[in-house]
């Protein structure tokens, strides 16, 4: 049998683990998942982790281009 690994970007993060990654407060974390706006997460019963790659897709997504003005 062979043994089964993840890569480093699926690795399942507890929220404090995702929160300190991104430079947030556990708590903010929390709120951002209540309020749908934070990273993709998953959810086992009442468990939640967040995927590596997701945090860093979450985190992308929300990069500014300094040069550009924002509407």
Same mark, same amino acid.
């Given at each position: 049998?062979?043994? #089964?690994? *993840?890569?480093?970007d699926?690795r399942?993060?507890? &929220?404090?683990?995702?929160?300190? %990654?991104? =430079?947030?407060?556990? /708590?903010? *974390?929390?709120m %951002?998942? %209540?309020?749908g +706006? =934070?990273?993709? #997460? $998953?959810?086992f =019963? /009442? &468990? $939640?982790? %967040?995927?590596l790659s997701? +945090?860093?897709a979450?985190r992308?997504?929300r990069l500014?281009n300094? =040069? /550009?003005?924002?509407?």
């Amino acid at each position: 049998m062979t043994p #089964f690994t *993840l890569s480093q970007d699926d690795r399942c993060l507890k &929220t404090s683990e995702a929160a300190e %990654y991104l =430079g947030l407060s556990q /708590k903010t *974390l929390q709120m %951002y998942r %209540y309020d749908g +706006i =934070g990273p993709a #997460f $998953v959810r086992f =019963g /009442k &468990t $939640v982790r %967040y995927r590596l790659s997701d +945090i860093k897709a979450w985190r992308d997504s929300r990069l500014c281009n300094p =040069g /550009k003005k924002e509407n």
